[in-house]
DNA sequence: TCTGGGGTCCTAGGACCC
DNA sequence: TCTGGGGTCCTAGGACCC
């Protein structure tokens, strides 16, 4: 690649521009801009779950002050900070204001990936000419402030030549604000760092790392790749070795393919009864199938997930030669494998939830005719647990999709469900 | 005051095939 | 009669992220 001109891009010829935008405490942003004069007025603003199970999603920074973190019970939040007001996750505004974010930035860069519901990367790579020489840090900044006239949503950006880097310099840009870091620095940036703010690294790993005598990235970047390998395998060694450098091969990849769609409810109270255990399970099937349908993808793997009253956490799968859309089958499905989890182990359950995965796209069912028989190895399904759906089951189920989505969830629904707000 | 809900990726063993 | 070997798929569980 031939450099173009230095002075224009300074530092970053030949070499990726990679930016992470990532919204600053993003469910209470939401939750003001949608309740300005409720959740707008309170400094302490709490986002979670309320009931006496709930966690915290998301706090203001205020609030933050008191030592309040995100995933923390929502009982232990209140009583660090007494003052807080607590409301509900405005999801649905969550993911409109997500989308708004996500399409504006594709207006302004050319490969987006969305890592999460607040969170994007962008690779700028190959657009100084476009963008006439404007370094990478004016080029953040501007991104700052038009997703913020834009939008209204106040975001921070981190950037660099690696996905690793934008990541945890967001975190030095934040709040409202833009870190960057130059081409050859990165392994400088990194060595200020304690292992546990590296991305990839939880409590499990960090315990392992310890064990070795390993605290900050500086004193894992002494050691050799070899000795990183002996210890943490032949995958989490070279993995830890480029990543306390600053070294992430992983590109940004804009295809957005849903691998997994899942719903999961924990009860107020423990739930016993097989009965009753059954209708929460349709009604999550009806939730996960709803999804699956609108997305236009069928499901091959349903799972189901269940956390006992000692929340021990098990779960059975099960695999169809072909994908599968309708509530009624999917709930046949999970229907029997909740059967053998409770057949296992019958007690007390806090959680249930029902996943779907090996999506494959409703139109590919022409050809799924062929590559369904052309199955290999352990294709086989139990024989009692095999669903047929039939074309005309699927024409309903999408009929009545079309009329919940014109007359609202509650106008067409199978009698048993029990929504968990009609408590 | 016990631990949400939505995801992704990895591992390891067994089945099965050539 | 002592056990190959590589590849893929499925399953369960776990780690991690926001």
Redesign the pocket.
């Known amino acids: 690649m031939v450099p173009r001109s230095s002075e224009r891009t300074p530092g970053f010829e030949g070499v990726r521009r990679i930016l992470l935008v990532?919204?600053d405490m993003?469910f209470v942003q939401v939750a003001r801009l949608e309740d300005p004069q409720g959740a707008g007025k309170h400094p302490l603003l709490l986002v979670?779950?309320r009931?006496?199970?709930?966690?915290?999603?998301?706090a203001s920074y205020a609030a933050r002050e008191y030592g309040v973190r995100?995933?923390m019970?929502?009982?232990?939040a209140?009583?660090?900070c007494p003052d807080a007001t607590v409301v509900p996750?405005p999801r649905e505004a969550c993911v409109e204001r997500s989308r708004a974010v996500r399409d504006l930035l594709r207006e302004l860069s050319p490969v987006v990936q969305a890592?999460?519901?607040?969170?994007f990367y962008l690779d700028m790579t190959g657009t100084e000419r476009m963008l006439k020489g404007e370094g990478l840090t004016a080029t953040a900044d501007r991104i700052r402030r038009v997703v913020r006239e834009r939008t209204e949503i106040a975001v921070s950006l981190g950037g660099g030549t690696q996905r690793v880097v934008a990541?945890v310099a967001t975190r030095a840009a934040k709040p409202d604000g833009v870190h960057v870091v130059p081409p050859g620095e990165e392994a400088a940036f990194m060595a200020r760092l304690r292992l546990k703010d590296?991305?990839?690294?939880?409590?499990?790993?960090?315990?392992?790392l310890e064990r070795k005598g390993l605290r900050t990235v500086a004193e894992t970047a002494a050691v050799e790749r070899e000795w990183l390998t002996r210890w943490f395998?032949?995958?989490?060694g070279p993995w830890l070795w480029e990543r306390v450098r600053g070294i992430d091969p992983s590109e940004v990849d804009a295809r957005e393919?849903?691998?997994?769609?899942?719903?999961?409810?924990?009860?107020f109270e423990d739930v016993g009864d097989d009965e009753e255990l059954e209708r929460r399970l349709l009604g999550?099937c009806c939730?996960?199938g709803g999804?699956l349908r609108a997305k236009e993808l069928r499901a091959?793997?349903v799972?189901v997930k269940i956390?006992d009253h000692?929340?021990?956490?098990?779960?059975?799968?099960?695999?169809?030669?072909k994908g599968i859309e309708t509530d009624r089958a999917l709930f046949a499905v999970a229907s029997s494998?909740l059967g053998?989890l409770r057949h296992r182990r019958r007690t007390g359950a806090?959680?249930l939830?029902v996943?779907v995965?090996?999506l494959v796209r409703q139109s590919a069912t022409q050809t799924e005719l062929f590559a369904g028989s052309a199955?290999?190895?352990?294709?086989?399904?139990?024989r009692g647990?095999t669903v047929v759906e039939t074309e005309r089951e699927r024409t309903i189920a999408r009929a009545v999709d079309q009329v919940r989505q014109r007359f609202g969830r509650q106008a067409l629904r199978p009698a048993r469900v029990l929504e968990?707000e009609e408590r």
Do not use: H, W, Y
């Open positions: 990532d919204c993003f979670g779950g009931s006496a199970r709930g966690v915290i999603t998301s995100s995933g019970p929502t009982m232990r209140r009583a660090l996750v890592a999460s519901i607040d969170e990541k590296l991305p990839g690294i939880g409590p499990a790993f960090l315990a392992q395998g032949p995958s989490r393919r849903r691998k997994s769609i899942s719903s999961e409810r924990t009860f999550l939730s996960v999804q091959r793997t799972t956390r000692d929340f021990r956490t098990r779960q059975a799968g099960s695999t169809q030669s494998l053998e806090r959680l939830g996943g995965s090996n199955t290999t190895g352990g294709a086989d399904v139990p647990r968990p």
